[in-house]
């Protein structure tokens, strides 16, 4: 009988100890699932709104391009956005922290794929005032 016990204690020890962990989930990426883009970016719709929680609060007219909602899109194809070429403007490889821009919209914050996505695609279909 003293056996049956040592040895259904050593069995619930087992079982005990074994069951005592967590899984780690996997964290979600969008670089996983690619993000959508509509297929006419329009700029009052799908941009604008992006400037509006972080970036207004410092490009407000004080710093470079004036990201107000009255003057942004003049700001920004003034130097900023090269129509067509994503890849050739300030403002696309600043989101994405290319080399040799200054990276936005802070150097250790990054926006995510589905946001810099937005943006190249407007650039690409030739920023527009849409």
């Not at 970016?41 to 929680?53: F, H, N, Q």
């Not at 900023?80 to 300030?90: C, L, N, R």
Request: negative net charge; aromatic residues 10%; proline residues 9%.
């Amino acid at each position: 009988m003293k056996n049956l016990i040592k040895i259904l204690i050593v069995f619930a020890m087992g079982l005990f100890l074994n069951s005592c962990y967590y899984d780690s989930f996997p964290e979600y990426s969008e670089e996983i699932d690619p993000p959508e883009v509509p297929d006419v970016v329009s700029y009052e719709t799908d941009i604008m709104p992006l400037w509006e929680g972080q970036c207004v609060a410092c490009h407000n007219g004080n710093v470079a391009p004036d990201l107000r909602p009255e003057n942004s899109y003049n700001a920004l194809l003034n130097g900023f956005v090269d129509a067509g070429k994503s890849e050739e403007s300030s403002l696309y490889l600043s989101l994405i922290h290319a080399p040799g821009v200054s990276p936005m919209p802070t150097p250790d914050n990054k926006w995510p794929a589905s946001k810099t996505e937005l943006v190249k695609a407007w650039i690409d279909q030739g920023a527009k005032n849409n």
